[in-house]
Each structure stands twice: as structure tokens, then as C-alpha cells.
């Protein structure tokens, strides 16, 4: 029998059979055992064993014996030591657990050299040196330093230097290609980590069975606190022994009794029980630390392929690759640590658009581990996503003082000290990241960015084609460039980068963001009859995608931009039908984000007379952000404010559009706010919006290329109205210029050639 | 997909089609039934009663999804109205609780008992956590009661139990844990 083709359903029959699901995942697999004999067959099979499970004599005694009761239920809490008396030396207690160890199948002696105070516990823990293959090309020693980390990270009492870190400080004491061995460097190490402690492993052999020697010191002085050597018994595996080691570890290291009381999870149950996923999955995160994602995906999807129910392995895909990862991230959550944990917690958050619980999860996280600074990280970019720039900044050179090098959060901040309005600093940041990474090309494409930003044309694409030269697949800056070929009317080479871009970029969701940028090219030169025929033929393209859902969005994108055009022609009918497509393609692949393209729909409503409905939408849109914890609500008020505009109440319309600019610099609010400005008479903020419009290129000028060109016609407006003539006569004449090849009768284009005569005659 | 086709074909006049629809039909209701009703003479009687239904209606219908979803809503309306409406089920659910009541299969399958029984021991070995917490799951133990005597939160312990029995099954195929 053919297996089943859903491995969505395939993974539910377990829950099934449990009864864990819930009563529509029930129902919905019901229907498809309806449908699936594999499925059926399986749970048939299933069905079984658990009747036996439930039914047999001889199953209950074997497993339960013939009581469960009272005895039992101690038996299985989970191991909690007695606490000692009070007044019982450290040395006995350490002999008692030597004894302890000594019985199970672990053969491990220790002899603690020194009592230490458990002041201050941080302690450090190096990869193990596997003596057996000096290479360690199973990379043996750093899966045990990995696993201990994390399972002595679950204790409250220890304060384990994170692996993170560990690599942090690697890199910044120039150790990134090998671990330090010298004691010297090692020292050094410790000292940066302000570690108290200091953890060094060997692996003796590692077949047929694992020896391991550990040595504890205090790094402080050098002493040796204790030393283990430990020779596996069995079949046991380097999980058990982490295990074995960590107890061992916590009591040389002189804890509170309490730490003896904490339940202790086996590592194998917050990583992985496969030593093979666990490997794959150390290597994605050593891809994942150079920014080599592609690479960190495959690893991760190897790690899966390994154990499926590894739940930081679908957590880093779904921050990589595909957000249908976080719900399995949540589902296997209880198989990590408390800090994992809290990253997954957080995505979900954010899956969910709660921008502020993922905040809230994030802090927790970094009151707990100050030097968690991918936690500043991603707590900076959720504030940025909730509008809160300043908060976000704050959190982003939290992240850069823990780490100098911390390549990806210099990025972020050249953006974020960008849209703060700070040119300067925003050059600072980036000219860093450069000197961390010069032969790397992102660097050189944000630089590009930032000079576009600024409105210099030529150093941007000097930049772009700089990041070329080091990456010539570095597709970003090839589409960048095609934009500002296009601000620079050299259309050609413009439609050459977009169509390569189109062309190098994979999966059909890039390919279709391609062919929206190509559309760019005809209607940046007002070709809207040619650009419609162009955007309905890359929308059959998108439409021939094998994942043509992956396309929606770039289809919303595509519908949006045929209504702009549609809006130039006056066509109202098309524009909302246009544009209510646009919504239903967005909603199909992001039924949370309601926001999308509605203040547009409102906005084009009002102008088409439909107050009611208009404003209908507008406060249903309001409590929408306010449910989301939005305090800003720019989309809210931007529509609040076209329909006032609309409705020719234009102090109003200034208002409530004034609110969506403060958090808003987006082609459209700019525009509007101008546009609004200019009718109430108010020149001087007409300029002034206008103005910071045209001074800067990026994706948005280009994706709104028909509003951002009509903006010289109306900054002209303004300065006639002003009666600064010749800049008036300026803007005439490059609107004039822009739109002198368009395919279609434009208004605005006749009225700016009559004044610019107007002009122009004047003495 | 298969019993959508057989419905098209049935409903267009095909008798060995509509023939191996209820073939197929019954041994799946009757899962779905036996697992809801715990009971293989309540199960049979409903899932008779349910094939009727659908054999009296499924040429006039028109399926608002598709013919198995609307076949399933038949069967779970038809479960729903026996609960209801029988006392019967009551006291056999009682019996079960006592541990009392036949199971599904009337004669357990030894060779099957045994090697469950030596998976479950297997398991014990590499992992005491899960093989108890199967046991207690299918010995009727409450979710709250499991998580207390765990020391688990509910999150944990339904991760837990789908990791077991993915386990057991694998061995129970096998004939060895992964």
C-alpha cells in the first residue's frame, strides 16, 4: 500500500491514538483515515497494542506489579536527593556521592582537592581534547563540552558561561579557527568570561568504551578542586555520561543543598537523543555564527532527519527557512532548555503578533543571563516591528557592548540610527562593520543602502557594484542597483539588473518579488498601459510556480500596483477590486495580519465617495492594532487622514496624517501628508514632506514610483504657490521630463507644462 | 482519496464500486467507532445504523466539502445520539474502569502481547520515564494524575507520551528501539 502523502497527518496519528489532539485536529484526521488506507492501516495496527496496553493482566503486573499504589508515586518523582544534615562536611558529602558513582555503571573516581565557596559560580567549560583521534573529527570533545553546558545551564546555582559566548570570546581573543590550549590563553579566556571556575575534559578512547578525565580548578588561582576519570560501562552513551558528570560537577563545586534538590532532567531529554543530530546540529550553529544560512539549513534539516523532535533544530529553521517550523519548535519545546525555551516562546509570540509577549519572554531571559545578547538582539527588532525605534536602538548597543564583533547587530544599527534620522552615526556603524567584515559583501550592500538613503545616488552605486565585485550573486545588491539605475533614468541597464535578478534568484517566491520589481521599469516612465499588460503576464508566471501559494504576496504586491495605475486613470471600480485582491492573496498566507493593505483600501474607498464603509473599516482597523498592542497605529491614522482629505476637511486630514508620519516615512505618508499640507494652504509643511520624499532612494520610492514622480509636480505647486518660481519651474520641468515617454494621457503632465510656460513667460 | 472516487463511481450507477465503498467504509467507521465507544457490540450497532444513513443518502447530496467529511459527520452525529440515548454504554464503561470488560479483541493476541511486553522492557532500559508514563496513560491514569506522580507540567508530559509511543511502535515493527 502506497504510504500516505500528508506527513502532517502521518505525525498526528500518535496524538490520535493518545487522544492528545484537540476535537478539531481530531475531526479533521478522522476524515482523513476516511480517505488514507496507509493511515488507516497504521492506526489499526496502533490500535491493537493499545488495547493491550489497556486490557492485559500480564502487561499490568510486569510494568506496575500488582499495587500502584502509595510506594509508587515516591518511587517516581523525579530523583530528589535527600537534603544532608546540616553540619555534614563537604568532604563526606563528596566521598558519599564518590560512592554513589562508583555503583552505577559509570566507573567514576573522584578526589576533591579543595573546598571551594560557592560565591560566585560562573563557571567555564572548554571543549574536551579528544586524545583518541587528536583531530577530533567526530567532534566528540565539543559535543561533551556542549552537552554538559546545557545541562548544567538547567541548574539555578550554576552560572555556566554559554557556548555563544564562549565562541564570542574565542573570536575576540583571536582564537576563531581552533581552541586555545596553551594554559596561558586558556587563562585569559577564563578571565574575560569572569569565570570562577574553569572546566577542562580529555577523551582518553572512545571505543568500544568512553574513558573521559575532567578536572575542575578555580581559575582564580589555579587550584585543582577536584578530577574525575570516567570509563563507560555497557552500552551507555556520551548522554549518560554528561549526565554522570554533571552530578559530579555540582557537588565538587560546594553548591547550596537546595541545588541537590533541583529536579535533573537527563541532557538527552532538553537536546537530543541522537548523538548524530546533536552533531549536525553544532555544525549549523558554527554555520549559523558566519552568517552562512544556507549552509545552517541544510545542517539543521540533517539534525532533523536524525531525531524529528529536535525542537531548537525547527526553531532555527523557522527563523531561517520557513515559519511552519514554529509550531513543531512549540510542540517539542519541553525537550529544551530554559533559555532555548525562551527563544521559542518568543517566536511564537511573534508568529502570533504579539510583538510586546516576546519582549516580555526575551527580558525575563536577559535579567536571568545579562550576556544573553541575542536576546538584546531580537528584543531590539520587535521593537523596531511595534514602532518603538529609540527602544530598539537601546537594545541594540546593549547587544554590541557584550559583543564588539557582533557583526549582523552593527547592520542593525546603521538602519536604526538611519531611520532615526541620524546620517552620521548611521555611517559610523556601517564603516565598523566593514572593518569587521571587509571581504564580505553585505557590508558594502548596506553601505549602499545608507548612502541611497541619504540621496546620494552615485556613492550608492558605487557601493552596490563594490558589493558585486565581492559577491557577484549577491542578489540583493543586484536588484538595489536596478532601483537606482532607474532614479537615474538609465533604463536599460536598470531592466537588466531586475530581469537578472529575476533570473539568479531561487524558489518561486523570489522569483515572483522579481517580477514585480521588472514591472518598476515601464511605470517609473509612466508606461502603464505597457506595465498592465507586464504585470497581468508576470502574474500568469507566478501562477505557473509549483509553489504558487509562496507567490500570494508578490501577487498582493502586483494587484496593489495595477490599482495605482488604475488610480492615475481614474478607473475607481478597478482600483478596488484591484486592491481587495491584493488583500485576499495577503490574508491567505498571513490570516493574522489583518492590517495589510486595508488603510489603502480605505484610503481609495474615501476617494471613491464611499465614506461610510470607509470609515467602517478605519475603526475596525484601529481596535485591530490596539488588540496587537500597537501604540503608534501609523496604518490608522494614515486612512484616517484620506478620508478626511477626501472628504475636503483638510486641517483634519493634516492632523491624523501628521500622527501616521511620526511613525511612518513611507513613500504613501509622505505623500499624502503633502498632498494634505498643500490643499490647507500650509506651504511651508507641503515642502517640507514633499522634499523628504525626494531626497532619498530606496525600494519603497521605486515600488511607488507613481506617487514619489507626481510629488515634483505638487512640490512645484508649492513653491509656485510660495512664489519661489524658479524651483517651482525646477520640479515642472523634471516631472515634465519623467513623464515625457508615458503611454497614457496624464493630467497632472499638461497642467505642469502650462504653468511651466506661465512661468517661463515671465520676465 | 479512494472513497471519494468510489462515491462518484457509486453514485453514477456502479454497483462493484458502491460494493467495495461500504467494504471499505465499515472497517474504517468501525476504528473510529470502536475507539470513541470502547465497545465492539455498541460500535457495530452504530456503525450500522451510520452505513445506512449514508447508503440512503449519498446519491442525492450535495457535499458541501467532500463525501468523507460529510461521511464522518453521519457517523459522529449517530455516535453522539447513542451516547445520549443508551444506558448501556454507561454501565459497560463502568466495567471497564474495574478492569472487568473484554476488549476489542476478544482473544488477545499472545504473540503480539509478548513482544509488546518486551518493548515496554526495552524502553524501561533506555528510558524508565516513558515506559511509565505509557503504562499509566493506558492503564487510565488522568493526565493530572500522571503529571503528579511525574513531577511533570502537561506540556512535558503530552510531548513525553507521543515520544514513547513513537517508540514503541518502532520497536514493536522492528523488533528493536531506534
Redesign the interface.
Known sequence: MAGCSDKRFEEML??Y??G?LEEDEE?EL??????C?SC?EK??N???????????????E???GDS?GPE??DA???AVRRPWPKLLPIGLAAAAVLIFLILQPWDIRISPRQEAMASENRLLIMPFRNLADPADSSRLGEIAANLLITDLSESRFVNVVSSQRIHDLKRLEGFEASSPSEPADISTLADRARARWLLLGDILQAVPTLEVTIQVTDATNGTIIASYRLSGGGDEDIFSLVDRISVAVKEALALPMAALEE?DR?VAEVTT?STEAYRWYLTGIENLNKLYNTEAISDFEKALEYDS?MAMAHYHLAMLKDRAHVDKAV?????TSRRERSFIVALKAVAEQDYQGAIDELTQLTKEYPEEKEAHFRIGRYYLALGQKDEAVKHFEKAVEIDPLYKIVHNQLAYSYLNIGDYEKSLVAINKYIEIAPDEANPYDSRGDICAAAGRLDDAIASYRKALEVKPDFSHSLMSLGFMYLFDKRYEPADSCLKAYTEMVEGSYLKSAGRLYETYVPIHQGKFEAALRLLDAHLAADNRETDVESTYDYQAEKHCLKALIYREQGKYHQVLSETERSMELFRKTHPNDRWAYQYLYVQFLAEAGQYDRATALTAELEAYLESLGQVEKPEYWYADGCIHLARGDYEKAVTSLSQARRNSSRVYTLYMLGRAYLEAGSLDGAVAQFQRLLDSYNSDRAHWSIWAINAHYFLGRAYEESRWYDRAAEQYRLFVDLRKNADTLIALVDDARQRLAKIESQP | MEINNLQSKARCGDDSAEDRLFRLLRARFLLLAQRKLRDRDDSEEVVQEALKTVFEKHREMEFETSFAAWAHRVLENKILTFLRTRKRHNDRRENFVEGTAVGVQDQPDSALESRLLDCLRKLNRVNRRHARILVYKYQGFTVAEICDRLGLTRTNLYTLLSRARSMLEFCLEKGDLK
Open positions: 500518535y496524538a491514538e493518545l492528545l475531526r478522522e476524515i482523513h483515515l476516511l480517505e488506507g488507516f492506526v489499526r496502533m490500535s491493537r497494542a493499545s488495547d493491550l496496553l489497556r486490557h492485559s493482566p500480564r502487561i499490568r510486569a510494568m506496575l500502584v509508587m508515586r517516581d518523582k523525579p529536579p537527563p537523543y523532535t510542540l517539542y519545546s519541553s525537550g
